[in-house]
């Protein structure tokens, strides 16, 4: 049987704070097989991760800074110190775990991490699934050279974070920590798992197609406008008010979506900023001739989104979960502000006694029924193990 316990600590001092959520860990279960790491920017990672890996010797650890705390049963963890989430996982599960620093193409090192993954499991078969955690900007390259190794194997988990989208953040496992690499997990296991992968957003009417774009990630046109003027058009407002770092904000709550090929998931797409020529970055990537719909919510609807989505991956998985891994995006965080507590508190009302824990990522990623694995931004990607 699989087991979970979720553990952290918010003591200023990163090796004193990893020992103290580690040896939690380490006291409620036996035979630890990973653990997951989340923490704040504020620590020196490295002094962290020896200290968690003194207590819990031999685990594999794969994690990420998260934006401004974890939630776990405890409840919001965070300090203007530091802060740290542990979820363990224990029991029916074989692990091989790998990180690979990006040189020259994400494509690449997605591939090498795959194939140093499987090593580090002693396996030459593709995992039941696997956790991907990168840098935000490339994520879909880093996916496409994992794919290249093992096909289409369902995968969760979202890009490192810091708290002030200042690119301070933090991907690391056991054996390194980087701010460009890829890590992954590699999964084995026999026990059931289920993902749920929604924005929990509505469809407007205002639908455009993409006429034009720089990259993969700025939106220059829509319907052959400029995207900011148009999505200005669809949301009445001026568009010189949303240009810059005011378009994140303004977005929170009202992003695009774009729908997969064949209806079953609207993958948001969150615009991050304005630019003086009225195009807007986006936090993933784009093609010209598709559509985009503006997508709507609220502050209410955020909160009320995840403990809804903790029910209905429940629900998907048939059966009453042993541990849930629940990634949130930081924007949504961001938009909920000092609403958190509330958060928090719905998490641990819909999870009930299932271990958790609830990190905040600067891009997530999941899949829907038919394996097709995708990324995303001011999602809820939430994954449980039976």
């Not at 989208?165 to 920590?177: E, H, N, P, Q, R």
């Not at 992954?184 to 469809?203: C, L, Q």
Request: glycine share 12%.
């Amino acid at each position: 049987m699989l087991k979970a316990y979720a553990s952290g600590s918010s003591i200023p001092s990163p090796a004193e704070a990893g020992a103290e959520a580690a040896l939690k860990a380490a006291q409620a279960l036996s035979d630890i097989k990973l653990a997951f790491v989340y923490s704040g920017v504020q620590y020196d990672q490295k002094a962290l991760l020896d200290s968690i890996s003194e207590k819990l010797p031999g685990v594999p650890l794969i994690g990420n800074t998260s934006f401004t705390g974890v939630i776990t049963p405890e409840g919001f963890i965070t300090g203007d110190g530091g802060f740290v989430g542990v979820f363990a996982l224990a029991g029916d599960l074989e692990v091989g775990v790998a990180i690979v620093e990006k040189e020259e193409c994400a494509r690449e090192a997605g591939k090498k991490a795959a194939l140093e993954a499987l090593k580090a499991a002693g396996k030459n078969v593709p995992p039941a699934l696997f956790y991907m955690v990168a840098p935000p900007g490339e994520e879909e390259f880093f996916l496409k050279g994992i794919t290249e190794v093992i096909g289409r194997v369902p995968f969760f988990g979202g890009s490192a974070a810091d708290n002030s989208i200042s690119g301070d953040w933090l991907l690391f496992t056991d054996k390194a920590v980087s701010a460009n690499a890829v890590a992954v997990a590699f999964i084995y296991t026999d026990s059931p798992f289920a993902n749920v992968f929604t924005g929990a957003y509505d469809e407007t009417a205002n639908v455009g197609i993409i006429t034009k774009l720089e990259g993969k990630r700025t939106l220059v046109e829509i319907d052959g406008v400029p995207a900011v003027k148009k999505y200005a058009e669809w949301t009445s407002q001026n568009p010189d008010d949303i240009l810059g770092g005011n378009l994140l904000v303004a977005t929170i709550t009202a992003p695009l979506g774009v729908k997969d090929r064949l209806g079953d998931l609207t993958a948001i797409r969150h615009p991050m900023f304005g630019n003086d020529n009225y195009s807007m970055n986006i936090g993933a990537n784009l093609a010209v001739g598709t559509a985009v719909i503006q997508m709507q919510g609220s502050v209410d609807k955020l909160i009320a989104s995840a403990p809804e989505a903790i029910d209905k991956v429940i629900e998907k998985l048939g059966q009453k979960p042993q541990a849930l891994h629940l990634v949130h995006c930081g924007g949504r965080r961001a938009g909920i502000g000092d609403r958190i507590e509330e958060l928090a508190e719905a998490v641990k009302k819909a999870a009930g006694d299932i271990p958790f824990i609830v990190e905040f990522t600067f891009g997530e990623y999941g899949y829907e029924d038919d394996g097709n694995n995708t990324t995303g931004g001011l999602m809820l990607s939430f994954t449980a193990f039976a």
